[in-house]
């Protein structure tokens, strides 16, 4: 059974940090690129960081260019994102995504994690 299971996130300052977490399991890991994608109220989900399979490539969208990171650990199946200096702006349920282009696209969902920036 395929699972991505986020945590890490909850309520910060802004200007603060927060590192999420995302586990996987039931699926090899390390062949799949994984993502970050955000979703506020009213608004779309969009791609926040994606990280290649091997961890070599990255890509971020430019709202947060220099202030997160996205990593991996394959050999924990776990992707993280370090958020930095954070806005009320990146408020969002934040979920998981890993994907895979292997004859047909394998694709799955983390069940997603509340970040709230407020003072």
């Known amino acids: 059974q395929v699972q991505l299971v986020e945590s890490g996130g909850g309520l910060v300052q802004p200007g603060g940090s927060l590192r999420l977490s995302c586990a996987g399991s039931?699926?090899?890991?390390?062949?799949?690129?994984m993502s970050w994608y955000r979703q506020a109220p009213g608004k779309e989900r969009e791609l926040v960081a994606a990280?290649?399979?091997?961890?070599?490539?990255?890509n971020y969208a430019d709202s947060v260019k220099g202030r997160f990171t996205i990593s991996r650990d394959n050999a924990k199946s776990t992707v993280y994102l370090q958020m930095n200096s954070l806005n009320p702006e990146d408020t969002a349920v934040y979920y998981c995504?890993?994907?895979?282009?292997?004859?047909?696209?394998?694709?799955?969902w983390g069940q997603g994690t509340q970040v709230t920036v407020s003072s």
């Open positions: 995504n890993a994907e895979l282009l292997w004859g047909r696209k394998y694709n799955y």
């Open positions: 039931g699926f090899s890991f390390s062949n799949y690129a």
């Open positions: 990280i290649s399979s091997a961890g070599g490539s990255t």
